[in-house]
């Protein structure tokens, strides 16, 4: 088998003699992106493609732009120039509360839970969001049966074991410690079961065993959904990422699998100076 054009959404496929079309729709596309505050360029034209079922990492020192373009990723700032794409199809302007309808999901780097509302309350409106996203009982505001209720909270529950922190489910968020926040965000996002889940930093304040954890659970992931991950951690990225998108000055500096960006000598000028945490 042989394919003679990856990255679009149409590749050709050869197989012996016979030549065929087979579409590969990618999750999320950026493209040609650029975002200015005032006379600064914080992005300048970056692209990235991230490919249903793998991790796409985002890496660069401080102030390269990896929050902005997370933020353009969540539709928290338009850019100036440049388009995204959802799934093959171009999104003219993305705002966060369409996030949940195209089957996209994130976390925050400030955590962002409800602090009045218990975990499991807090991650029901996760598997909430998805239920709603439904066309008609998002027009119609549908009230919820019981049974439905409970179907939520039981999905809520599975997720919250599933990331090992159900025993918190009744506590409220500012009671328990930041490890333990960043855990129930994750699973009020994962409630939602993304096609896509957008990550900014959710390493940081995480020890070294959550942190292999959090890696093992990114990869596992894959079998679900993508994942755009913007994160400080090398290490991490490295270890969990199958492309990788490095950053500097708002501008792309090199892009590709973990390999071959460790050993750029873009990359390693860039950083030349800058502390790199995990490594
Ligand atoms: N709202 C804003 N107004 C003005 N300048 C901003 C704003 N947000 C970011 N910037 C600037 O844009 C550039 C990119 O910032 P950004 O936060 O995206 O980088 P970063 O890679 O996430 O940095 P860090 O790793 O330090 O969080 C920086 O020079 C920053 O000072």
């Avoid at 003699?17 to 970056?46: C, F, K, P, Q, W």
């Avoid at 925050?108 to 009982?137: P, Y």
């Avoid at 489910?169 to 333990?180: D, G, I, K």
Wanted: with cysteine; glycine share 10%; charged share 25%.
């Amino acid at each position: 088998m042989h394919i003679l054009c990856a990255g679009t959404k149409v590749v050709h496929v050869t197989l012996g003699d016979h030549v065929s079309e087979a579409r590969m729709d990618e999750a999320l596309e950026l493209n040609g992106i650029t975002v200015t505050y005032g006379g600064l360029t914080a992005l300048s034209e970056v692209s990235l493609v991230v490919e249903p079922g793998t991790v796409h990492g985002v890496i660069g020192p401080n102030g390269a732009g990896k929050t902005t373009l997370f933020n353009v990723a969540c539709g928290f700032t338009a850019p100036d120039s440049g388009t995204l794409s959802w799934e093959g199809t171009r999104l003219d302007r993305l705002r966060p509360h369409d996030l949940a309808g195209l089957g996209i999901a994130r976390t925050l780097q400030g955590v962002g839970l409800f602090d009045r509302m218990s975990v499991l309350e807090n991650v029901v409106v996760g598997a909430d969001t998805r239920a709603r996203s439904g066309f008609w009982s998002s027009l119609l505001g549908l009230p919820r049966s019981s049974r439905e209720e409970r179907q939520l909270r039981e999905e809520a529950m599975a997720v919250l074991e599933r990331l090992g922190v159900a025993s918190y489910a009744a506590r409220t968020p500012t009671s328990l410690p930041y490890p333990v926040r960043k855990k129930v965000a994750l699973a009020r996002a994962l409630a939602a079961r993304p096609r896509l889940l957008l990550l900014d930093e959710p390493a940081s304040g995480l020890a070294a065993d959550e942190m292999d954890e959090l890696g093992e659970l990114v990869r596992e992931l894959t079998g679900e959904m993508a994942v755009l991950l913007v994160e400080h951690h090398m290490d991490l990225v490295m270890r969990v990422c199958d492309q990788i998108t490095v950053l500097d000055f708002g501008r792309r500096i090199a892009h590709g699998p973990p390999a071959v960006v460790r050993d750029d000598p873009a990359v390693l000028a860039a950083y030349l100076g800058d502390t790199v945490e995990g490594v």
